[in-house]
């Protein structure tokens, strides 16, 4: 079915590739898989070598290694073609966290294009055009929220699989089955050069590969598929057609991908386009018609007078240019009799002004009134939440939520630290941090304020308040307790090892995990975080201990380097108070006697009395506890609370071992 070796992508340039052996009618090859579409070798002289460690390199003319499989191992004596490929899905393959297709640069050229689908960090199956100079989601629809097409993001497997029916399902419930759904000979599954994903089918080999399903009907609404400065309109008959805008050019004349430049100036570059100039000849300038225009990538740019703010706009637009340039427009003819003048001047349905001798002074005015409006609610905010405030004294930062305190603004917070000189940083620390962050379990900023020396944060609201708030009332229910330390370890996973710059917390305690409407925890409060570099794992150290006693893990305690087991030590201690209604703060017995202090761990109060926890848990728990449910969270507590940082595992093999739970 399938065939290998150096396949021509130019001229005396070839790729290692495998292809399906039978071609199409029009004798062009199908290739599924190559391994260096983008740096292809010498037609003479260059080698695929397996070596004798199991290694599978690619050599250009001059012994350079272009390509390696990476597969060192002494059990390696052979080399096998399998059924699969890397340009196009195949049927029975998955789409994974790590893995995407790419599209190739055209039809003739493999190198790697703009164009890709694959998982975003939001768990989501998404295309990406991604050029050097735009990036953009273009599908689904980026405007829409993820659940408005049927996406959800309350996953964390991250896995498209393709069957040999002709239907793809995903993790975030994408799910789609082609138009000729059922057994057929051959499928893929393929990432267009035009920045379209296609399935086809096709019955026999050697077949014509027919087109069962594609994601975007209309060509046109793909980004970048024209280029930059460019038009893109949809002809029934032709369907997608690129054209340049007047005044533009293309830049390459046989690929729109580079989308139009402007061409040399002319005479009419030396004219004033204003509304307002009575110098010019009446007859000097005309309207051009573009109808039923979407503005993609370039919702707030502007060329030379013309200001589009026209964000997700399609109706008619007239674009006023000089007549030297309309003469080659038919689009022009009808619409000659337009007259731009102050009552007819519109952009797109809504008034606007231009900008007048006096446009920066009304500006001015009108920001130092939004300035003051916004200083005057930030100084009721602070006032109402001291009003409001907790009186804890164990804690530098203290959280509090009001639902009804402003309009849009769902969660609150103020910090008061005890250390003034610390103040500023640690609450810079902690804007920067949370603004970089977004997970489902983790709790979301919408803004803060300063204010002298009250500094406020603004969150999203949490209608349950906190875990701690919760466990101390007795109202959590045992499955409501289970998903809480799931969704918890989620979050800390994220932020060891998914956002781009790894976090430690440095404080999870039941305080700092609040709970939503539907009891979905978020872990919140980064004031003690720790931004980590990749890499940096085992080399970080800080000036004093942070952290609340009884939760910090005593390597922290023993002044030795920290790593993101801190965090995993923390969770565990959180799970147990959960699961045995006490807290640290009842267990822990502290003796301070100069240097050295004594405790008597949490983990050790429960392995002693383990069977005692295991029998009273019944009736503590409920109807519907679930003992096993109770000994794998006591498993993975004890284990995350090993007196070796080393023995701990990390929180995405705590979420892996819960899931795994609950999936057998």
Known sequence: MFSAGFFQVGENAYSFAIWFTEPSPTHNLTVVWMSNRDQPVNGRGSKLILQNNGNLILTDAGKSTIWSSNTISNSFTKLLLHDNGNLVLLTLQGLALNTKLISSRSLTNYSSGFYSFSFDNENTLRLLYNSPELSSIYWPDPWRASREVGRSTYNNSRIAMFDHLGSLSASDNFSISSADYGAKLQRILKMDADGNVRLYSRAQQGGTWVVSWQAISEQRRIHGICGANSLCSHVPSLGRKCSCLPGYEMRNKIDWSYGCQPQPAGDHFNLSWSCNNSTAAPDAFGFMHLPHVEFYGYDFGSIGKWTPHTPGFDGDFYLKLPKSILSSYNASAEESNYVCSDKLTRSLDRTYEKSGPNGSVKFMLKFAYAVGVAEIVCVFLVWYFMSRRTGRE?????????????????????????????????????????????????????????EEKQRLLVYEYMEHGSLAEKLSSNVLDWKQKFEIAVGTAKGLAYLHEECLEWVLHCDVKPQNILLDSNYNPKVADFGLSKLLNRGEQSNLRFSRIRGTRGYIAPEWVQNMRITSKVDVYSYGIVVLEMLTGKSPAEIVQAIEDGEETHEKMMVTWVREKMNGAFANAESQMGDDYDQGRFEILVKVALQCLEEDKDARPTMSQVVEMLLRHENN
């Open 394 to 450: 164990d804690s530098d930062v203290v959280m509090q939520g009001y639902h009804h305190a402003a309009t849009g603004f769902r969660r609150f917070s103020y910090s008061e630290l005890k250390r003034p000189h610390e103040a500023e940083a640690e609450f810079l620390a902690e804007v920067s941090l949370i603004g970089k962050l977004y997970h489902m379990n983790l709790i979301e900023m919408w803004g803060y304020c300063v």
